[in-house]
């Protein structure tokens, strides 16, 4: 079936880069997605990848997509204590029914 | 421009009740798709709807409708509610079918 799959937690010094990581199993997903939920808020999209590129670049945001693995992982540079946030990856764009399955959510701590 | 809006903000019911949620889209929209999130968890895909037409439907029970108005505003509405029906109701919005969502800042349903 469809799934998605990323590790709880992680935890980094401000200054420090961030690598959160994703498997997916839905190897005809056409985008992968990365979204960041702050506390009592929505969702805010951050950055998607389509499934034929490899990387993305935005600022201080990298996106890796391992296609083969199906993995994907999202790289903060210069991490923030106002990145602390929960972390979402999701994938879509299979089907017509404009669905997304997104992981459980890596919670990323920023310490000073 | 003003991003996905959801009414109300928080809501609490008692089982058995309904609930009717809205949302209204980013202008230009014409697609709009509702997830929920239950605590801790990542949202889970409810209804997609596309040119007033529903596109896609999640694994929920029909006590679960939805309906999209001429000017691409979208209502959610929930029959016979259950505990289990606490959650954050989020709304999303995109050009097409679904390739880019923008949530909206959600709806909480406490259900006692």
């Known amino acids: 079936g469809e799934d998605v799959e990323q590790s709880l937690f992680l935890s980094v010094r401000e200054g420090d880069s961030s690598v959160i990581n994703c498997t997916y199993t839905?190897?005809?997903?056409?985008?992968l997605y990365w979204y960041k939920q702050e506390p009592g808020a929505g969702l805010q999209l951050l950055t998607y990848i389509f499934s034929n590129m490899d990387m993305k670049q935005d600022q201080r945001l990298t996106v890796l997509l391992n296609k083969k693995d199906k993995h994907l992982s999202l790289r903060i540079a210069d991490t923030q204590t106002g990145d602390s946030a929960i972390y979402f990856c999701?994938?879509?764009?299979?089907?017509?029914?404009?669905?997304?399955?997104f992981g459980q959510g890596t919670t990323l701590q920023v310490k000073p | 421009d003003a991003g996905v809006t959801q009414s109300p903000t928080h809501l609490i019911k008692t089982r058995g009740q309904h609930v009717t949620l809205r949302c209204s889209p980013i202008s230009g929209h014409k697609s709009v798709s509702w997830y929920q999130q239950v605590l801790g968890q990542g949202p889970q895909f409810i209804f997609q709807?596309?040119?007033?037409?529903?596109?896609g439907r999640g694994n929920f029970p029909d006590r679960f409708s939805a309906r999209q108005f001429p000017n691409y505003s979208s209502e959610l509405n929930v029959n016979a509610l259950l505990l289990g029906d606490s959650a954050l109701y989020l709304c999303a919005s995109s050009t097409d079918r679904g390739e880019t969502q923008y949530f909206g800042p959600g709806t909480r349903l406490l259900v006692l």
């Open positions: 999701a994938s879509g764009g299979s089907s017509n029914t404009g669905k997304l399955i």
């Open positions: 839905d190897s005809s997903s056409t985008y």
């Open positions: 709807y596309y040119e007033k037409e529903e596109r």
